[in-house]
């Protein structure tokens, strides 16, 4: 499956974006998708993830209670709402899929697809 990401941008601290995953294939539905992010100089870490019928969310510490996935699988969509941004968040975020793990997983190498990247920039 292939995946597009987008909706990154330049805002300011304490502003939102929403970020969008589009993939190519009806089957999106079966797969669960993970957010990933790296910012400059840093490896790349996890963000947030969602089952494939959207029942069980997972987020790392560092965003919990400001970031929200979500997912339409009418849509063949899946979307990271980033509110309360912080200069820390500052990263190109990635969209993968994982189409072979029984649980929700924060383990990169649990997925097979990867979307390119989009920028987003927090300003302080």
């Known amino acids: 499956v292939q995946l597009q990401a987008s909706g990154g941008g330049l805002v300011q601290a304490g502003g939102y974006l929403r970020l969008s995953c589009v993939a190519s294939?009806?089957?999106?539905?079966?797969?669960?998708i993970g957010w990933f992010r790296q910012a400059p100089g840093k490896e790349r870490e996890f963000v947030a993830a969602i089952s494939s019928n959207g029942a069980t969310t997972f987020y790392s510490d560092s965003v919990r209670g400001r970031f929200t996935i979500s997912r339409d699988n009418a849509k063949n969509t899946a979307y990271l709402q980033m509110n309360s941004l912080k200069s820390e968040d500052t990263a190109v975020y990635s969209c993968a899929a994982d189409g072979l793990s029984v649980a929700v997983t924060d383990y990169e190498g649990d997925y097979e697809y990867w979307g390119q990247g989009t920028e987003v920039t927090v300003s302080s």
């Open positions: 294939e009806r089957t999106f539905s079966t797969y669960a």
